[in-house]
């Protein structure tokens, strides 16, 4: 068994005194996983960083296998904020989040797309933090769990929606929503399919990750006995401090 593909470094582990055991997200093949013998080296470690974009070989005995992973550098993306500690946080929460909630040797296209759309935000430093929103919105929607923001849950009105049901994962509107507005999460404005704004707000950027974290700590990680990333939770104590700094 052999193919060659594109993909983005997830995560690494050693294994052995030489070898390594990476994740990365492919355009074709989506999460896979192989061993790169010698991957503690210095050259080889400078290659396996989290995020960077590799061109991949990957050869196995038999499809099952762990199989021998092999990968030439095509983007270097962290070596581009590597002392910027938000953007970092913020690379580091969708590598793991990719990491742990999508299924195996399944391709995911759009979601390799969007996640090679966060990196190049990252890069420019150019609204990476909204991008992270959405790119965690189309986690759960590529995963089977879409919110449905296009109408209100109680009313069916498409405007003024404001909030979104724990329960049901739909939009409920300012108006329904109000006498139980404590019990509702936040719908930020940018995560509507109508939305024009191009200012986001950094209590939007909240809202959104405390949306999607909900929904995805309910509804994919639960289920299986598992918690969220800690690297997505140093993200969120990242933006928030960098929030409240803004804001004095």
Known sequence: MEWADEGFVLATRRHGEHGLV????TRAHGLHAGLVRGG???RTRTVFQIGNRLALTWKARLAEHLGALAGELLHGHAARFID???RLACLAA???MAAAALPEREPHPRLFEGFASLLESLDRDEGWARG???WEFALLAELG????LSR???TGRTDALTFVSPRSGQAVSAEAGAPYREKLLRLPPFLLLHAHESRTEARDLLDGLALTGFFLERRVFAPHGRKLPAARGRFVDALGRMTTISAE
């Open 22 to 25: 990476v994740h990365v997200l």
């Open 40 to 42: 503690q080296g210095r």
């Open 84 to 86: 910027d500690s938000p």
């Open 94 to 96: 969708g590598a793991a």
């Open 132 to 134: 992270y929103v959405e």
């Open 145 to 148: 769990f879409g919110l449905d």
């Open 152 to 154: 209100c849950a109680a």
